[in-house]
């Protein structure tokens, strides 16, 4: 998940983002650390100064040959900054990099503000995928602030284009569009392909290994031969100074150990019969050296490489100088490896003794540990940094995930809360409502037992009366007897299904017919009128309201017939889409007492559980109405 370095972090779950930030903590820990040199050396390339940020210079190197390039690095010049620690100094914000033959140039890449390549100390990766160049430039688009005057210019430390892990940019010809020469000497096209860097290689890794440190003798006797231990084809080698002082502040100047002048050779014969000059060096001044010289050469073929001291260095205070000869390691490379390492190594004309061992010039170690390749070292530098940027984005999003999640689990915790408290009142409201439904069923079951089974004793008590005085008319004793049956036998159908009504089966399913044939048993010695409307209507009541309203109907003739002392009754059934009203008139006696109490409590019971509104009120001249009406469609079907 490295690559999401670069990229938005929403697409990343939690988990992946945890693991990405433990990534870059581990990897970070890995690589090469910024250590910066200490000393006096040459600093790189400084362009003219300008007051406008937008200026097109340029910078070219030209390559020996034309070649395929892999990767150029471009090396900010690095200030120290009071507050800031140390930052990269006018480095370009905006350029693009092109490369070029004689056939024509390819754009490999361009970069603005918008890539936020500062602030940084780090090196600059620019991949190149193999482009042919003979010439790399860089062409500015906007420039960035000089640090301690705030003026516009354009500054490298060092450009290297490799081709595997050679740096063909090392040392060549090179050609700028504006340059400010320093006085002091530091600053010139030429340092940036020396070869030197404002760091010092510092691995994280590895042994540490002392520098070889040595008096010289006899100028033409002091040397160093390795033994690569195969003829091998070389092409390039690597000095390695000796590390200055650890100290703060250094108790070594820049250079120290480095030969004012000196040669590498190669042969084939261990005497050097054959030998030949593979590179000559001379440090005219302090700019001359650094960490590590590099010289690059035409091809040849070798067994034995020998560093000839030909101008020693010289150290000390005036009058008490001595001749002194330093190198931490040596590498010789073929085809990009090192063919010196671990290789014999013998001297002649300097000492040896147990710290400064001459094995140590080619355990591949420096103080700091693992001498890597000078690409691997800077690629590293380049990934820190990157890794150093991600991290706190990385850090910040992981934060805010886990606020979210934070907030998630407060939710639900509360959520879980209003759960409990929901379930614990569901279940008090259940309960009540358990109570409340076995209340309503005791209601009914009293009411259909007050109003189906009173009402029918009441009409067999009118019935035996009636038979009583029929004693002397056979045939209507009979009838009497037979009316009295049926309603027995009806009465203990109603009585078996009491506790529910709605279970007899074919009961009150023709709610007229019904209610007209209880009239005419109940009231066959008044004077009864029955009016309905809208009796296709009925038919959509449910069954448990056709019953309550039967029995509700019945209930008011009861009443009329026990209380009333009436000789007349109508009664109104009109039922229509939402609603249904019934009204029954009889020409009693009236209600009498207090207003509250004119509806009969048996039928204000059958009413509430119905569902309807039912009303009670005295007539003129005498007499009493009942009215009750259904409304909500509920109750339909």
Not at 541 to 563: A, M, P, T
């Amino acid at each position: 998940m490295m690559e999401s370095l670069g990229q938005n972090l929403d697409h990343l779950s939690l988990s992946e983002v945890e693991y990405l930030l433990e990534l870059i903590d581990q990897q970070r820990d890995t690589l090469a650390t910024s250590n910066m040199l200490g000393g006096v050396g040459a600093v790189g390339y400084r362009s003219g100064s300008f007051e406008a940020k937008e200026q097109r210079l340029f910078v070219q190197i030209d390559l020996a040959d034309k070649s395929p390039v892999d990767q150029l690095i471009l090396v900010p010049i690095i200030y120290r900054d009071s507050t800031k620690g140390f930052i990269a100094d006018a480095f370009p914000a905006g350029f693009r990099v092109i490369l070029g033959t004689d056939d024509g140039e390819h754009e490999v890449c361009r970069f603005d503000r918008t890539d936020q390549l500062l602030p940084r100390v780090a090196p600059l990766l620019v991949e190149c995928a193999g482009v042919e160049a003979s010439w790399v430039r860089i062409e500015t688009t906007e420039l960035s602030p000089r640090a301690w005057d705030g003026r516009f210019i354009l500054q490298f430390s060092e450009i290297m284009v490799f081709r595997n892990l050679e740096n063909l940019a090392l040392r060549q010809a090179v050609t700028v569009s504006s340059t400010e020469h320093s006085l002091f000497g530091a600053w010139h096209e030429k340092y940036m392909v020396d070869g030197f860097v404002p760091y010092l290689m510092d691995a994280r890794e590895g042994e540490q290994s002392h520098a070889y440190v040595s008096p010289t003798g006899d100028v033409e006797m002091s040397s160093l031969m390795v033994d690569l231990g195969a003829e091998v084809d070389v092409d390039e080698i690597h000095y390695h100074a000796a590390d200055l002082s650890d100290n703060v502040p250094q108790s070594h100047e820049s250079g120290f150990g480095i030969p004012e002048r000196f040669v590498f050779e190669g042969a084939l014969q261990s005497d050097f019969s054959d030998a030949i000059v593979l590179a000559e060096i001379k440090n005219e001044s302090v700019y001359d050296v650094g960490p590590v010289i590099m010289r690059r050469f035409p091809k040849r073929l070798c067994r034995y490489i020998r560093l000839v001291i030909k101008k020693p260095c010289k150290y000390g205070t005036p009058g008490n100088e001595i001749a002194v000869f330093g190198i931490a390691e040596l590498e010789v490379f073929s085809k990009g490896l090192n063919v010196a390492f671990q290789k014999e190594v013998t001297s002649s004309g300097l000492s040896v003794t147990a710290s400064r061992s001459l094995s140590g010039v080619t355990d591949g170690n420096n103080f700091y540990g693992r001498i890597l390749s000078i690409r691997t070292w800077l690629e590293q530098l380049a990934l820190r940094h990157d890794l150093e940027v991600a991290r706190p984005r990385v850090a910040s999003e992981l934060r805010v995930r886990y606020q979210r999640q934070s907030a998630k689990i407060r939710g639900l915790v509360w959520l879980a809360v209003l759960l409990g408290g929901a379930t614990v009142g569901a279940v008090l409201i259940e309960r009540v409502l358990r109570q409340r439904a076995i209340g309503r069923t005791r209601e009914r079951l009293a009411a259909d037992l007050h109003d189906e089974l009173g009402a029918n004793l009441h009409a067999l008590s009118l019935l035996g009366d009636l038979a009583q005085r029929s004693t002397g008319s056979p045939k209507k004793l009979s009838a009497l007897l037979d009316r009295m049956r049926a309603l027995s036998k009806r009465s203990g159908e109603a009585a078996r299904y009491c506790s529910n009504l709605i279970e007899s089966k074919g009961l009150f399913e023709d709610l007229v017919h019904d209610m007209e044939k209880t009239t005419s048993r109940m009231m066959a010695d008044l004077d009864h009128t029955m009016t309905i409307e809208g009796a296709e209507h009925l038919d959509r009541l449910s069954s448990r309201n056709r019953i309550d309203l039967f029995l509700f109907f019945k209930e008011c003739i009861v009443n009329v017939l026990r209380h009333s002392g009436a000789t007349k009754v109508t009664t109104q059934l009109v039922a229509g889409e939402k609603e249904v009203s019934l009204v029954v008139c009889d020409n009693g006696r009236g209600l009498g007492g207090r207003l509250a109490d004119r509806v009969p409590s048996s039928l204000s019971r059958r009413a509430r559980l119905l569902g309807a509104r039912v009303t009670a009120e005295d007539i003129e001249p005498e007499g009493t109405r009942i009215s009750l009406s259904l409304r909500h469609k509920r109750f339909f079907v």
